[in-house]
Nanobody, 112 residues
Framework: QLQASGGGLVQAGGSLRLSCAAS????????MGWFRQAPGKQRELVAT???????IYADSVKGRFTVSRDNARNTLYLQMDSLKPEDTAVYYC????????WGQGTLVTVSS
């Protein structure tokens, strides 16, 4: 299925790069997204990457996050720069439609 990794503890203003690996699925054939769920809040979509390479970002992360993929490695990435405490959440990758199991996600904690 899907496995996100790369989270951790970082100070505000810092950067992290998340990775997502998949078994039985090819990222370049699918419309993919990065989602996050902060404590006590609903899961939200933060970035999408179409099979054609088109990206869309939530206003809250626009200009700071970059979604990309490595087709050779079949890996999806989320580069997160200028992190803010409000970016603290568990991050997941998944298809935009016909969602797969969410998996455990990866925790990102941004300290002020």
């Amino acid at each position: 299925q899907l496995q996100a990794s790369g989270g951790g503890l970082v100070q505000a203003g810092g950067s992290l790069r998340l990775s997502c690996a998949a078994s039985g699925m090819i990222f370049s054939d699918n419309y993919m997204g990065w989602f996050r769920q902060a404590p006590g809040k609903q899961r939200e979509l933060v970035a999408t990457l179409s099979s054609r390479g088109t990206t869309i970002y939530a206003d809250s992360v626009k200009g700071r996050f970059t979604v990309s993929r490595d087709n050779a490695r079949n890996t999806l990435y989320l580069q997160m720069d200028s992190l803010k405490p409000e970016d603290t959440a568990v991050y997941y990758c998944n298809k935009i439609s016909e969602r797969l199991s969410w998996g455990q996600g990866t925790l990102v904690t941004v300290s002020s």
